[in-house]
């Protein structure tokens, strides 16, 4: 009986990542772990298995970006998003924004 390895079905490469962050959405803060990257989408891990909205924003602590993106699965702690957009968080944000930089700042982004 042969194994087979799953298919990975992402047409762009997947670069590894350990970066902390915050999940913000309308009601919703919650840390999380960007555990990889590519070029349009992340794949997060969050502390515990909640529902997150169709559309959230990544606030990447150390690198000050606040990432605009859809949620397309869930698969107990971890989660895939397709990116929408990025925007840094420093000096004046749009007021869609406002929230994910007060986040940035409660977490130690400067």
Do not use: H, N, S
């Given at each position: 009986m042969a194994?087979?390895?799953p298919t990975d079905r992402r047409?762009?490469?997947?670069?590894?990542?350990n970066a902390r962050a915050v999940v913000v959405a309308p009601g919703l803060e919650l840390a999380c772990v960007i555990v990889d990257t590519s070029p349009g989408g992340l794949k997060i891990r969050t502390d515990r298995q909640l529902a997150l909205p169709s559309?959230?924003?990544?606030?990447?602590?150390v690198a000050g970006l606040a990432?605009?993106?859809?949620v397309v699965w869930r698969k107990g702690v971890e989660a895939g998003l397709t990116l929408k957009g990025q925007s840094p968080l420093c000096g004046l944000v749009p007021s869609r924004l406002l929230p994910a930089r007060e986040a940035?700042?409660?977490?130690?982004g400067r």
């Open positions: 194994l087979t390895q047409l762009q490469p997947r670069m590894p990542a559309q959230v924003t990544v606030v990447d602590i990432t605009e993106a859809d940035w700042i409660r977490a130690g």
